[in-house]
């Protein structure tokens, strides 16, 4: 059982607002993803970690920040949110389970931006 | 560039067999995974492959042809349950994990 939890669920906020997306996994994985997925739509990396003190930018451009002081927590901040930034946030960690690396997701955090 | 290719819809009916194809271009190879996905649900892993061959695990098998950078994903006895997005996804050469942009698949009863 994946142990990996993501707050809020839901968010409604104003166009402007800075907001911090919650994430821990409580199975000691060094690794750590943040993805924005639009619904049906795939999977865009915006940001990973390596472990602590480490953080890389992804593929998909993004006006957000994360930092990584604990191994087991990853905020995602948005400075200024803007109404493009309303999408699906999936965090997860990845480890190794039966002999191979697994990535575990979060349910997810859906924002909306007015 | 790192790319990984799979079709965008599959429709199959019930009781039967699917195969979701993905091929992969990425500098670097560790191995292909596949990754179930529902509306509204987040991604759930279902198997994995470093190796050339066939993994089974129950309904889902899985194959790996490295040297034609192949794999497929194959689900036996569908269930409407079944319907779902399908992602595979590959370990790389900078140990990031990319994934391709997924395969819904639409189960007819």
């Known amino acids: 059982e994946a142990d990996i939890y993501q707050t809020p669920r839901y968010l409604v906020i104003g166009t402007g607002k800075k907001i911090t997306l919650e994430c821990s996994q409580t199975?000691?994985?060094?690794?750590m993803y943040w993805y924005q997925q639009d619904p049906g739509m795939e999977l865009h990396l915006i940001h990973y970690?390596?472990?602590?003190?480490?953080?890389e930018k992804g593929d998909l451009s993004s006006e957000s920040t994360v930092s990584r002081i604990r191994t087991e927590h990853f905020p995602l901040t948005l400075e200024s949110a803007r109404p493009s930034h309303t999408s699906q946030y999936l965090c997860?960690?990845?480890?190794?389970?039966?002999?191979?690396?697994?990535?575990?997701f979060g349910p997810g955090t859906r924002l909306l931006v007015l | 560039g790192q790319s990984l290719e799979q079709p965008s819809e599959v429709t199959a009916v019930e009781g039967a067999i699917v195969q979701i194809n993905c091929t992969y271009q990425t500098s670097g190879f560790y191995g292909l995974s596949w990754y179930q996905q529902h509306d509204g649900g987040a991604p759930t892993f279902l198997s994995y492959n470093a190796l050339d061959g066939l993994e089974e695990t129950g309904r889902f098998s899985s194959f790996l042809s490295r040297s034609d950078s192949y794999g497929y994903l194959l689900l036996q006895e569908l269930q409407m349950k079944d319907s779902a997005s399908y992602f595979c996804a590959v370990r790389d050469g900078d140990d990031k994990i990319i994934f391709g942009k997924g395969t819904r698949l639409h189960i007819l009863p």
């Open positions: 970690s390596y472990g602590v003190n480490s953080t």
């Open positions: 997860a960690s990845s480890g190794l389970a039966g002999g191979w690396e697994t990535q575990y």
């Open positions: 199975m000691g994985h060094d690794k």
